[in-house]
């Protein structure tokens, strides 16, 4: 697994916006291609958002009825094929909550993430104690097996970080407040804060603390969010647009219009700002785990 696949969620995101480029210009609307197909305005709404697998029959029907010319057919077609293609996510697939594979397949394809964090140290630098004690406070009624599925599933997705072809660099900023707050114990923490020193040295990896200090920034206002950015293509051109992914309690958000990336952006960068610099957070992981394990 030291090479991470993306997946069918590229593939599937693009196959998307082609479509719906596609019936704008036919100047249909969404009811409108739906009632051509005999599809759901739900389905044709998956469809264009990337959210499903598509048949090289059904892009055939679809370029049919929108007047493409039978080039952009051909290939449309051949990207459809791709979209079922199966990322290494899905052996867990009935863990993952309904949307999230599709983090999982951005994540791994992106070039780059930034990221904010006030509540918990994000998923790709967590140690499996400190994974552990957040997965089993989230789900507190299923069994150890599946806890330990999770945490497993968590783990798996580090190997981003560390892969050997074109790893992404990870920009992330802290909020002190989460370094200070004993997840799972003192000894876990103190665990989990070695590990950030640790990660923090690798060369595609700047990891900030935001301190007490900085008071007010944008980040307190946006809450948590991770930014991802794309490779660029032979013409200098993103394979796909940056995305703004932010987990909640009942749902996740993505974001990917040109306004609402500048405004997270703006956050991005002020809180960035504002954060100490890479050598004075390394400083004060292992001055806080000291202090953890002791306690």
């Known amino acids: 697994m030291a090479e991470p696949m993306t997946g069918s969620t590229v593939p599937r995101r693009q196959l998307g916006r082609y479509l719906r480029g596609l019936r ?22 998956r469809i264009e958002s990337g959210l499903t697998s598509m048949r090289s029959h059904d ?33 867990f697939g ?17 070039s780059q993430l930034s990221v904010y964090q006030s509540a918990y140290v994000p998923g790709l630098l967590q140690t499996e104690d400190y ?12 069994d150890q097996e599946e806890i330990e599925r999770r945490v497993r599933l968590r783990i798996a997705r580090q190997t981003l970080i560390t892969r050997v072809t074109q790893p992404p ?24 804060l070695a590990r950030l020193a640790e990660v923090s040295k690798l060369p595609n990896v700047t990891i900030r603390v935001v301190p007490y200090a900085a008071g007010v920034h944008l980040g307190l206002v946006s809450g948590s969010f991770f930014i991802l950015r794309f490779p660029v293509n032979g013409d200098g051109k993103e394979t796909e647009p940056p995305t703004v992914y ?3 309690y009942t749902g996740d958000l993505y974001l990917d219009k040109p306004r609402e990336i ?11 700002n504002k954060s100490l610099s890479e050598e004075a957070s390394s400083r004060l992981f292992t001055e806080l785990a000291g202090s953890h394990g002791q306690g």
Request: glycine share 10%.
């Open 24 to 45: 704008t210009d036919a100047r249909l609307t969404l009811k409108a291609a739906a009632s051509k197909l005999e599809w759901s305005e739900a389905k044709m709404w």
């Open 59 to 91: 892009v055939q029907t679809m370029c049919t009825i929108y007047g493409a010319p039978a080039d952009l057919t051909e290939a449309l077609m051949g990207l459809a094929k791709e979209t079922k293609a199966r990322g290494w996510w899905h052996s």
């Open 94 to 110: 009935d863990i993952i909550p309904e949307g999230f594979d599709v983090f999982i397949g951005l994540e791994g394809a992106a």
């Open 131 to 142: 994974a552990r004690a957040i997965i089993r406070a989230g789900f507190p009624d299923q």
């Open 169 to 192: 660099t990870l920009l992330v900023a802290l909020d002190e407040a989460l370094l200070r707050r004993p997840i799972g114990g003192n000894e876990v923490m103190a665990g989990q």
């Open 246 to 248: 932010a987990d909640g």
């Open 262 to 272: 500048e405004q997270y952006d703006t956050a991005f960068s002020d809180t960035w």
